[in-house]
């Protein structure tokens, strides 16, 4: 119902991002959208593997390496990020918006079918005894 509620809220967004003065080809940037979700992938694991190690120290339950896959994979989703770009004052406005709702689109849809195949297939919440 959350995936639904927000790709709603999000394509309704589209509705307004996707003005005709953002429709222009100066505003679309396939290799910039490419390179930002690579960088954003990558942030996200610069971020999420050393936080997990300072919080795992003193733990008695260890966040581990499946986990914290789970936590890189599920990446920032949502109307916020839009929002964010939205307020930033810059003269390629159309492409920052354009290259945000994009990636938002894209981690809401394939990030959000794809985060319960990769529970599955990590086993995350599964004690050892399950796992045989």
């Known amino acids: 119902m959350d995936f639904l509620c927000q790709t709603l809220i999000l394509v309704s967004i589209g509705v307004l991002v996707l003005t005709k003065s953002n429709i222009t080809l100066a505003n ?67 492409l920052m918006l354009n290259t945000t709702f994009i990636m938002v689109m894209m981690t809401n849809f394939f990030i959000g079918l794809g985060t319960g195949p990769l529970v599955r297939l990590l086993k995350v919440g599964q004690t050892d005894e399950q796992e045989q």
């Open 28 to 94: 679309w940037n396939p290799l910039f959208i490419g390179l930002t979700l690579v960088y954003m992938i990558f942030a996200r694991a610069v971020a999420v593997v050393p936080l997990s190690l300072i919080l795992n120290i003193g733990r008695k339950v260890k966040i581990n390496w499946r986990y914290q896959i789970v936590l890189i994979f599920c990446s920032v989703k949502g109307i916020v990020p839009l929002l964010l770009a939205s307020g930033i004052p810059s003269t390629r406005h159309g």
